[in-house]
């Protein structure tokens, strides 16, 4: 396959730096991450206290779900920041910082996400032999790769959007399993004190019936809350095998293999600047706060030079992604 994209992403990369885009934040990341942790205090202040504050517990048990529905989120969006480095320049401090993030507050593992995110994920977008994410569901995203059970065939669109409230179930598994198999005993350690810290705090203060309601609407809210963001991201865009892909430069494969949404601020927050795929994917250390402007300036230049920019509604995407899943 021909080059179709010319190889000008050093234009588009001047400008956005000349624009001061790719700067670090580390004074607002750093107000983000203090953020997060002081709603996790007024969490556990909620939780010690509740036989003396809580007049009507099932409620307030599903209310506080949502709240740390909402701290988790961030948490999985800064630990994310982090790692690609947007608010520190040094490798190690970023990892150090993730840890609390990633491991304590989510119980998942900082190295697996960089390992598969960042390296893999980030380089190889949407090739077959190098990106793992693009082999959902038995390959059923993939053009000629897909796999030959009747049993996902028959019930693909229940299995696939079903999946979608347990994401972060799948995220742990994988997280425990990668680093015990790179015998990554520390972050081990650090993953397993979530447990006793976040949950065994919860089950010791809390009615095991108010406990329960906690435990189900945050994972039943946070799980398809992360998995409709990153399901935009890629799915139902091309796919090639890594033949192919290694023929592109930098800007074509990401690109043609990302998908970016509408909507503006709102769908920024909620999707914590992963709607800005494409940029994202351009310019991975771009601090998530300046993505809009950045997306404004790469959709600026894919017109100027007639370049492909995809980018739809969230409905949009949803209904492209189900509409490939067909095709399964």
Request: one cysteine or more; aromatic letters at 16%.
């Amino acid at each position: 396959m021909s080059i179709i994209y010319p190889d000008n992403f050093n234009e588009l990369k001047a400008e956005v730096r000349a624009s001061g885009l790719l700067e670090r934040v580390p004074v607002r990341g750093t107000i983000e991450m203090v953020a997060i942790f002081m709603s996790l205090a007024v969490v556990f202040s909620i939780v010690f206290n509740w036989t003396d504050i809580v007049s009507s517990p099932h409620l307030t048990a599903f209310g506080l779900g949502l709240f740390m529905v909402v701290i988790f989120t961030r948490a999985v969006f800064v630990s994310h920041d982090i790692l690609h480095l947007q608010y520190f320049k040094s490798k190690s401090l970023s990892f150090k910082l993730s840890y609390p993030f990633s491991a304590l507050i989510l119980s998942t593992s900082s190295s697996w996400w960089d390992f598969k995110h960042n390296v893999n994920h980030h380089t190889w977008c949407n090739v077959l032999e190098k990106d793992e994410d693009i082999w959902a569901l038995d390959g059923a995203f993939t053009p000629n790769n897909k796999g030959n059970s009747p049993f996902i065939k028959k019930y693909k669109h229940i299995i696939f959007w079903g999946a979608m409230f347990f994401m972060y179930s799948a995220f742990i598994i994988q997280s425990y399993n990668f680093v015990i198999k790179r015998k990554l005993w520390g972050e081990f350690a650090l993953m397993l004190m979530h447990i006793p810290l976040i949950w065994g705090s919860i089950f010791y203060s809390l009615p095991l019936s108010d406990a329960l309601i906690l435990l189900v609407t945050l994972n039943f809210i946070l799980s398809p809350w992360l998995a409709f963001g990153f399901i935009t991201n890629h799915l139902g865009c091309e796919v090639f095998d890594y033949e192919e892909g290694k023929k592109f430069s930098w800007m074509e494969l990401q690109m043609r293999t990302s998908r970016s949404l509408k909507g503006g601020f709102l769908v920024h927050w909620l999707y914590g600047g992963l709607n800005t795929q494409i940029e994202h994917h351009l310019f991975p250390r771009a601090p998530r706060f300046n993505l809009l402007k950045v997306q404004d300036m790469t959709r600026e230049f894919a017109k100027k030079h007639n370049l492909t920019y995809f980018e739809t509604t969230p409905i949009d995407a949803y209904i492209q992604i189900n509409e490939a899943l067909k095709e399964y």
